[in-house]
Structures are given as structure tokens and as C-alpha cells.
Nanobody, 123 residues
Framework: VQLQAFGGGLVQAGGSLRLSCAAS????????YAWFRQAAGKERTFVAA????????YYAESVRGRFTISRHNAKNTVYLQMNSLKPEDTAVYFC?????????????????WGQGTQVTVSS
């Protein structure tokens, strides 16, 4: 599956952004999806994941209660709603697809990746 992430930008601390990840239609509804992020000079880390039918969802502790992942199978799109953004949320955000029923926070177990979209949160 091909993925394309967009929606990043520059926002002040406390603000909101919604990221979108558009996927090719083939087998979209059969995959699990996740968002990861990578800050400059750091490793890529797990942010959130969503199962086949939109639930359950999983979050990194650092974003729980502020970010919401969702999917719209009819539109072949996965979303990441980010509220109460903090400067430490600044990173390139990637969407990823996994072709198995299990969700994982391990980046290496996802088979497809989008190109990334930059999110910058100013203080």
C-alpha cells in the first residue's frame, strides 16, 4: 500500500493540527495503521495506532489525552488529531501500515511508510 502524509505545519504551543494519511485503495481496510515521529537527531518513535475497524486505539504515554488517531475506511485515510501541542511534539511525522492483525509500537514491523510531514510547535 502506498501512503502519503500531509497536514503538518507551524503552530504555537497549545494549538492544534490534524494530520492526514491517504492510502492507496487496495487492501486499505485490511491493514493496521500507525503514526510515528522523528525529532531531529533522534530515533523514530511510536505515537499512535489504530486497528482494522477503528478500534481499539493505542497511544504513546507522551501524547495520550492530547492526540486522537482515527480512520475512515471509505476514504482510505487515517487521521491524527493533535491538540494542546507542545514544543516537544516538534518532529517529522510518518504514517505506516502493517499487513497483519496485530498492532505494535515497533517501527521495524511496519511494511509501508509515507514520506513524512513536518510539525513544528513554537513556544
Amino acid at each position: 500500500v502506498q501512503l502519503q502524509a500531509f497536514g503538518g505545519g507551524l503552530v504555537q504551543a497549545g494549538g492544534s493540527l490534524r494530520l492526514s494519511c491517504a492510502a492507496s485503495p487496495s487492501s486499505f481496510s485490511s491493514n493496521n495503521y500507525a503514526w510515528f515521529r522523528q525529532a531531529a537527531g533522534k530515533e523514530r518513535t511510536f505515537v499512535a495506532a489504530v486497528r482494522l475497524r477503528g478500534s481499539p486505539t493505542y497511544y504513546a504515554e507522551s501524547v495520550r489525552g492530547r492526540f486522537t488517531i482515527s480512520r475512515h475506511n471509505a476514504k482510505n485515510t487515517v487521521y491524527l488529531q493533535m491538540n494542546s501541542l507542545k514544543p516537544e511534539d516538534t518532529a517529522v511525522y510518518f504514517c505506516a501500515a502493517r499487513y497483519t492483525p496485530l498492532v505494535t509500537a515497533t517501527a521495524g514491523k511496519y511494511q509501508s511508510w509515507g514520506q513524512g510531514t513536518q510539525v513544528t510547535v513554537s513556544s
